[in-house]
């Protein structure tokens, strides 16, 4: 099985991280690594069932999130080599919010996914995405 993680620590409180991750629809906070959205369907970015296209290559679809744990689940079901659906099956990526309770606080986010086959190829293309994805997040709260 394929894995990878990611984590960052954010000098924001968690509660205001959350805010900006919560919603599936709206990754305006990563302007350099998301540079178009389109929302499939009618579901709310809240929602369970909630699906998006990102720039024009990732179909992604929000299976679970848990405002009291800072959570969410959610599947790649299409994308681009090495992600592509014909390369990796039962893509599960998780994104967890938590209080760093040490010192002037702030907030630690995990990102990370599993999924099978293509596992070398697909670590590493989803590790930059995610990296990515993370830093934009702490220069977009920290500024």
Known sequence: MGKTYQSI???TPAEA??????D????????????NVDVVGDKAGDQPGARRVLNGAFHETLHALDDDNRELTYSIDEGPSPVSSGEVSSYEG???VRPVTEGDGGTFVEWYSQWKGNDESAAEFCHGIYAGLLEQLKKTLEH
Request: charged share 25%; hydrophobic share 50%.
């Open 24 to 35: 599936f629809h709206d990754l305006s906070w990563a302007p350099d690594v998301i540079t």
């Open 94 to 96: 998780h994104v967890r």
């Open 17 to 22: 991280v959350w805010e900006k991750l919560r």
């Open 9 to 11: 620590v954010v000098n």
